[in-house]
């Protein structure tokens, strides 16, 4: 006796595993083929031509990333470079020997500029009044939406660690005992995201060689002045009688030096009743310690 019925059972079997697993992995791997090629034809007919001097410049970039330069990163900047967007004088960070070789790179004149230094032009923290106890989200720019900041003087530091948060060098921090920022000379590359990050505005870069610097913003006349912070420019002017050369004077109720002319002989620092007119800490090791000359 014959039995016929094992082999129709074992095609159909067959059949059944080509149309539900085989077929359809046939067809998804045509498709996906077909796709792969018209990707790879449209990328060639639609790819941007990148400039090959773009990675040229980045790798003599500092490679910081700090965004003092007002672009996200490097890669970013040295684009812009590139393409003439921005000037080299925009990034502090990179060394004067990277800032040559980009220049040679793109056939540039290297301008020639001063070292400079980020300061605070603020000496209040403890000494500045509060018009509130901020309780919020520990970051400047979060209480500055809040009225303002909880400072009384509208210019004052809050000391609550914005700019600290942007330095990617560890050269800025909030002074525990006076709470109020203050830059470490030792690291400052002045790159400039501090200056940026500040929601008061307060810092701001200088010579790196200067011997003083004003330690306040507030543009209030005198009075106002002493109602809200020990330590703020009241305007007085003694600063600006006593200066030799004129190099300091005041706009806006408050002392602005002219760093060209400043010989740093220290008079405006004796004479300031707020004392808020500071010397440069000696403790510089980047920056050359300045020694007068002898007068002849």
Do not use: W
């Amino acid at each position: 006796m014959k039995f016929y019925f094992l082999p129709s059972a074992v095609q159909f079997f067959a059949a059944g595993i080509f149309v539900k697993f085989i077929l359809p992995a046939i067809i998804i791997a045509c498709v996906a083929g077909v796709l792969a090629f018209f990707l790879a034809f449209l990328g060639t007919k639609m790819a941007v031509e990148r400039d090959a001097r773009i990675d040229d410049v980045r790798r003599h970039l500092s490679g910081a990333n700090c965004g003092g330069c007002g672009y996200p990163g490097c890669d970013a900047f040295a684009e812009a470079l590139v393409k003439g967007e921005v000037t080299l004088a925009k990034c502090n960070a990179t060394s004067k020997q990277g800032k040559e070789n980009i220049a040679k790179i793109l056939n540039l004149t290297l301008e020639d500029s001063k070292k400079t230094v980020a300061v605070v032009h603020c000496n209040g923290g403890n000494a500045c009044k509060n018009k509130y106890d901020y309780q919020g989200y520990g970051d400047c720019v979060s209480a500055e939406i809040l009225a303002g900041g909880n400072k009384a003087c509208d210019t004052g530091c809050m000391g609550l660690g914005s700019c600290v948060a942007a330095c990617k060098y560890n050269a800025i921090s909030v002074s525990k005992d006076r709470a109020v920022a203050k830059v470490d000379y030792a690291h400052c590359t002045s790159c400039g995201a501090c200056v940026s990050t500040c929601p008061k505005h307060l810092i701001s870069r200088i010579p790196a060689d200067a011997a003083v610097y004003v330690a306040c913003s507030n543009l209030c006349r005198g009075k106002e002045v002493m109602g809200v912070c020990e330590k703020g420019c009241i305007g007085c002017g003694r600063c600006e009688k006593n200066c030799p050369t004129h190099a300091i004077a005041l706009s806006n109720n408050l002392a602005v030096i002219d760093y060209d002319k400043c010989i740093k002989c220290g008079n405006c620092i004796d004479v300031c009743p707020r004392k808020c007119i500071l010397p440069f800490p000696k403790e510089r090791p980047l920056i050359a310690e300045y020694k007068p000359k002898e007068n002849k």
